[in-house]
């Protein structure tokens, strides 16, 4: 082959890989559009990811309807404001959880039904969010033996517990609080990120379904988002700890508290304080363990801390319509 058809080779090639490139950024955020009503979602998460799902439209939306998961969450649209406002718009937040670790790395599609119903009108979406596998950290700890090799006694501390906890991770009430950005609890860095596959005295465990957030002993925690707490208790595992219900299947988890300073069923606000940093439970020392759960599924809480995780895709967003 000549030099110059090697060259004209090399350049196609490279063309296609820019292509390529191209298409696999601009499949990363989805637009659908049917009649008057717009639909924005993420067209693929990572496992563990949370995801706003946003409607539009410059006409009122009474009812709106989410499936996702087995779950329905039903909302209704309000009026947008300030720039750019042009209608009536309606957020819905998900998740997709973490791979168990006893499965391989893998990648899984989870359809999502949108149904949005007008005053004549019933516009229903079906986009398909592909999950896809994470890349985290090892993490390697060393604890006293009681906490890696439990005793009869605390095994079935440890079992009625996690009833109680998952029962309060099933909580589900239509009412929305959560609203975006979410305060942070602490001011102090992460220590320990979300997803972390740790092992414990050479033994794996469970990938790490929070982040650890730096805090002296004793340093106010404070309430992500407006909610209702649902439950308080001293923990085997997460020592002092505190749930807290935010509406539509999304709650908060603040653990290894020195002390509780709200208790069950009291409302909180935002920025209230509702415990102390500690290092009750199993711990190495004190810190808050901050953690995010969304109709059951456990995710980063990090992204939600972000100015921009509630904005939706511009007006001229060139993305798939059916």
Not at 9 to 29: I, K, P, Q, S
Not at 117 to 145: A, C, H, M, N, W
Not at 213 to 228: L, N, P
């Amino acid at each position: 082959m000549s030099r110059s058809r090697i060259l004209a080779a090399v350049l196609v090639l490279a063309c296609a890989a820019l292509c390529m490139a191209g298409t696999v950024r601009n499949a990363a955020a989805l637009q659908q559009s049917l009649g008057p009503v717009s639909l924005y979602v993420q067209d693929h998460v990572t496992e563990g990811e949370a995801f706003m799902v946003t409607i539009r439209s410059p006409y009122p939306m009474p009812d709106i309807e989410c499936l996702w998961e087995g779950r329905t969450i039903r909302t209704q649209a309000v009026r947008e404001t300030g720039s750019g406002a042009h209608g009536f718009m309606a957020q819905v937040l998900l998740g997709v959880g973490l791979v168990s670790r006893d499965d391989p790395p893998h990648s899984e599609l989870f359809p999502l039904t949108i149904r949005v119903r007008g005053y004549e009108e019933v516009y229903t979406f079906t986009p398909t969010i592909l999950r896809i596998p994470g890349d985290f950290p090892v993490q390697k700890l060393s604890l006293p033996r009681k906490y890696s090799h439990l005793s009869a006694d605390d095994l079935a501390r440890t079992i009625s517990e996690r009833a109680d906890i998952q029962a309060a991770l099933a909580t589900f009430t239509n009412e929305r609080y959560w609203e975006c950005p979410m305060r942070r609890p602490v001011p102090g860095e992460v220590s320990g990120v979300f997803g972390m596959k740790r092992f414990i005295n050479g033994e794996p465990r469970q990938q790490h379904g929070g982040v650890d957030m730096r805090g002296k002993y004793g340093t106010s925690v404070h309430a992500c988002w407006e909610g209702r707490v649902i439950l308080t208790g001293e923990h085997f595992f997460a020592g002092r700890s505190v749930f807290v219900d935010h509406g539509q299947g999304v709650i908060s988890m603040y653990f290894h508290l020195s002390d509780i300073m709200i208790r069950e069923g009291q409302r909180v606000m935002p920025g209230e304080v509702i415990g102390r940093v500690g290092s009750s439970g199993r711990v190495t020392g004190p810190h808050l363990h901050f953690g995010l759960s969304i109709l059951g599924a456990a995710v980063d809480p990090m992204p939600l801390m972000q100015p921009a995780c509630g904005v939706v895709l511009p007006k001229n967003f060139e993305g798939d319509t059916p």
